[in-house]
């Protein structure tokens, strides 16, 4: 059995190999590890490890670990899963970022509820890329209204964007939904001050999203083993 340092650091060398294939610098890439359904121990450890950026998938359940582990200092927050309106607030509250903006309701909703105390939220929007009807994001013919409207809204800071693509794609369905993503991306990134991260790939296409221009791999499995 590995230890989450053993399997951390084979995940910074898959970033590292993948980011020096695709000719890009090196550090261009970061590593949100998602440990969402695994207990605090294993945030420990990873953080001991070196590891700072995390990211959750339930509301509840990420609440619950940050307060838990408040005395970690350094940690960076990401909600990467569905956001209900009626839990912006709690979002707001505790999170650093989050990944998952797909409406305008719910970006007014996280830049009203964002105490005064705390910096302003980073945020991505979620595109449905392969336009799944099972899957949240917005379809990225809606994407410049709602760039447009959360870019306006000073308690939020827009970092970029955000994607699950499909994971029974062919190599170049793949290719092709990523560098449409990738596209969608540079767009902003030229305009938009802060606009600086594509939110892409995970432990089974880690390597063919750095290819395509991904700034952040989420990576969950292949750190903290199987989930349940
Ligand atoms: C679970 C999850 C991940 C991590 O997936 P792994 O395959 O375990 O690496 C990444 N992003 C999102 C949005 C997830 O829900």
Redo the contacts with the bound molecule.
Sequence with gaps: MQTIAERLKSAHARIENATASAHRPPNSVKL?A?S?TKPVSDIRQAYDAGQRLF?E?YVQEGVEKINELKELEGVEWHL??PLQSNKTRVVAEHFDWV??VDREKIARRLHDQRPDDLPPLNVCIQVNIDDEASKSGIPASELPALVESVSQMDRLVLRGL?A?PRADATTEQQHQTLSQLQELFSQYHTKLTNFDTLSVG???DAEAAIENGSTMV???????GA?E
Excluded: D, E, P, Y
Aim: proline fraction near 0%; hydrophobic fraction near 45%.
């Design positions: 949100l998602v969402k990211g998938n990467i899963g990944q998952s955000m699950i995970m432990s089974g989420r990576i969950g499995s292949a750190i903290f989930r």
